[in-house]
């Protein structure tokens, strides 16, 4: 079964990153769909995969991580503007795999990779 999933991991604080806002769009051309929107639980992962069944279809995808919200929510004094506000990182998905996309994340920096 294809499905996306992500988890998100405070490397600031060394823990999972809970509460993380996140958006999930395609991307046709120059037309952005939004399909689901999530928060990270006390793991750092959504409750349900972001894309799965029906709606995962190939082509190039859009996550957006709002690590703003999230820092300023646990106090961490950031500067105006932040240096990351929304991490965007655009996947090419094809159909019939399975996709994992973690963020390592802190106020400064952030990493990401395929797992599995």
Known sequence: ?????THV???????????????????DGDVRTRLSRATTNADGRCHAPLLSGEAFRSGRYELAFDLE??????????????????VVIHVGLAAGQKYHVP??????SYSTYRGS
């Not at 996140?22 to 991307?27: A, D, Q």
């Not at 919200?69 to 506000?85: C, E, I, N, Q």
């Open 1 to 5: 079964m294809a499905i996306l999933t």
């Open 9 to 27: 991991l405070d490397t600031y604080h060394g823990v999972p990153a809970a509460g993380v806002p996140i958006e999930l769009s395609r991307l």
């Open 69 to 86: 919200a999230y820092f300023r929510g646990k106090g961490v004094a950031l500067a105006d503007p932040p240096f990351l506000s929304t």
């Open 103 to 108: 963020l390592l994340a802190t106020p400064w």
